[in-house]
């Protein structure tokens, strides 16, 4: 019984500490997986792009914060995902660049316990959290649903016989689920990298840290940016314009990530210089501007990812023996068969 009690409170405590203190609000993530889905280009599956599919994408947004509160063990492993504790000097932990990760989650973690205590305790992943392998671990994840999509769709043209046909067309829908449902919870993390207090060690008040401009040390400063403001002053329709059109980038993905979360971090002391100036109580021009501009960068981050995604499904490669999609699609290799016939 004392156990159970034990658990039954942290599973409380975490709940209260990390689903009220460590996202944009709901409607936040709803408008940023929307703008992202909306302004997709027509080089990617139309499946991703019907208005069924923008809804349902919509819908998931905040999907990864309604799954807060599953249980402790559930909790413990992926509430930290949400979030990195980024140092000003742009280190986490002091010893780890964000603009030089370790390839895995468990080199990651390897080298933050290597860094400063934190409130007395030694560092590692799930303290400092670990949001850019949330969202690397989900764009190969699509990557790998793109590419199952292709192979399915050319097997439903091209394989010999009308029951080996309608089995690829069967798996191939099967796919099209997945691929929205992985779609829209991983636009939850890319939304949580655009906001600049997900980015920082300053994430709710400015905490026990240098601070010669003396600002907020109040614990709602992350609520009142991300949900009350957002809830009262955005909008789906009012970021869309601020969306930049698609352009193909030159870097590995992690690579993106990295300058994605920098670019981010940028903003946490205007996000509390407009605290402390009333601006965001008064909702002033420059306050409603540097929040649709945050909404904005999530959604252009969170559509360009699913476009490169598609782009690089084509080189991916699935079944056993594996097969390279392009390959398969070109005619040089037979697609892998369906789980149901294998």
């Given at each position: 019984m004392r156990l159970f009690t034990a658990l039954a409170l942290l599973a409380c405590l975490t709940i209260v500490t990390t689903s009220g203190a460590r996202a944009w609000g709901a409607k936040g993530h709803r408008i940023i997986n929307e703008d992202a889905a909306r302004a997709l280009p027509t080089s990617v599956p139309a499946f991703v792009r019907t208005p069924e599919a923008i809804a349902e994408i919509t819908a998931l947004g905040p999907e990864a914060d309604r799954?807060?509160?599953?249980?402790?063990?559930?909790?413990s492993e992926f509430d930290p995902g949400h979030y990195l504790d980024l140092d000003d000097d742009g280190t986490i932990a002091g010893v780890v660049p964000l603009a030089d990760l370790p390839p895995t989650r468990a080199a990651y973690d390897t080298a933050v316990r290597k860094g400063h205590p934190i409130e007395g305790h030694a560092p590692d992943?799930?303290?400092?959290g670990y949001l850019p392998y949330s969202i690397i671990e989900d764009y190969e994840q699509v990557v790998q649903d793109f590419a199952w999509w292709r192979v399915d769709s050319y097997g439903a043209t091209h394989a010999s016989d009308a029951p080996t046909r309608a089995a690829f067309d069967a798996d191939r829908k099967l796919r099209e689920t997945l691929t929205l449902r992985d779609i829209g919870y991983w636009g939850h993390f890319i939304a949580d990298g655009s906001q600049p207090l997900h980015v920082s060690v300053h994430y709710n008040g400015w905490g026990p840290y240098p601070n010669p401009n003396n600002y907020t040390e109040s614990k709602t400063t992350h609520a009142?940016?991300?949900?009350?403001?957002v809830n009262a002053h955005a909008s789906a329709d009012l970021v869309q314009p601020r969306i930049a059109p698609f352009a193909a980038s030159a870097v590995p993905f992690p690579a993106q990530v990295e300058a994605y979360l920098k670019a981010t971090n940028a903003g946490v002391p205007t996000v509390y210089r407009l605290t402390d100036a009333g601006a965001f109580a008064a909702a002033t021009p420059e306050s409603i501007g540097f929040t649709l501009d945050r909404l904005a960068a999530?959604?252009?981050m969170f559509r360009d990812a699913i476009v490169e995604a598609w782009i690089a499904s084509s080189n991916a490669k699935v079944g056993y023996p594996a097969v390279s999609a392009h390959d398969v699609e070109s005619g040089d290799a037979y697609p892998p068969l369906p789980a149901a016939n294998n």
């Open positions: 799954l807060k509160g599953a249980g402790v063990m559930w909790d992943q799930w303290r400092v009142d940016f991300e949900t009350t403001f999530g959604a252009q």
